[in-house]
């Protein structure tokens, strides 16, 4: 990603409201934010955060390198993840990419054809999703979630609803780098589930929307589109708008 472009207005994107959402799933919210409220009590008890934690023994915090340097994959899950920054023009130190690899996916998803594309998509065994950016501020806690276009990633490009079939998938079930930021962003995904629904649905909107204005364009390349759509996030916040609803 380099200078961040966001696609112009033309698609509204609302924040998910707590009381839209079903018992069931308000209450494995609430679940994922304790876990995250554990992982950040645990670290602050010694000092530390999210983001010293992925960059420690790192060397030399270089813009565009990913930390760790390997990125952080699971075997088992398929799950994947790393940090970065670049984006000094917003209010953020960097951010996470979350991705669900080939082996992770539901059999039954196919990768979008499309007749315009003009660099290669990871296939097969190769093929990954992005699942959403997570946007960190400096004190190592998140401010948003965001949604890019293909290029930014160099995914394979799946349809909103294949994507949101990935969310569930996304875990991180080991110890390296860290098993607290491991459970931390696992539980992320858990959190803010209804805004990255909301994110993913909104970025093919934007995505169509981008193409009609540029026919014969390959809109999966068009560096003038970058970021599809950015939602800020409060972990307490949204915990609060959750427990408020909770049956007495």
């Not at 000092?47 to 813009?63: S, W």
Request: aromatic share 10%.
């Amino acid at each position: 990603m380099g200078n961040a472009k966001v696609a112009p207005p033309l698609i509204v994107l609302n924040a998910p409201v707590a009381r839209d959402l079903s018992a069931a799933e308000r209450q494995a919210m609430l679940v994922a934010g304790r876990e995250i409220r554990e992982c950040y009590r645990v670290l602050e008890k010694a000092g530390l955060n999210i983001v010293g934690e992925v960059l420690r023994g790192e060397g030399e915090f270089i813009e565009l390198e990913h930390y760790p340097k390997d990125d952080v994959f699971d075997h088992e899950t398929y799950g994947q993840y790393y940090y970065h920054a670049h984006r000094s023009e917003i209010a953020e130190h960097g951010h996470f990419h979350t991705f669900v690899r080939a082996g992770g996916m539901p059999l039954d998803v196919k990768p979008l054809l499309w007749p315009l594309a003009s660099e290669p998509w990871p296939q097969g065994e190769q093929a990954v999703s992005h699942i959403i950016g997570i946007s960190m501020d400096e004190w190592g806690y998140p401010v948003g979630l965001f949604a890019t276009n293909r290029w930014v990633t160099a995914e394979t490009w799946y349809a909103a609803d294949a994507v949101i079939r990935m969310v569930p998938a996304f875990n991180i079930d080991h110890a390296w780098p860290s098993w607290p930021v491991n459970r931390w962003i696992t539980a992320m995904i858990r959190l803010f589930k209804a805004h990255i629904v909301a994110l993913i649905n909104h970025r093919d909107a934007v995505i169509d929307a981008w193409q009609q204005l540029h026919p014969g364009k390959d809109v999966f390349e068009d560096r003038a589109l970058e970021v599809t759509g950015h939602l800020p996030v409060s972990v307490d916040d949204w915990i609060a708008a959750l427990e408020q609803l909770k049956p007495e």
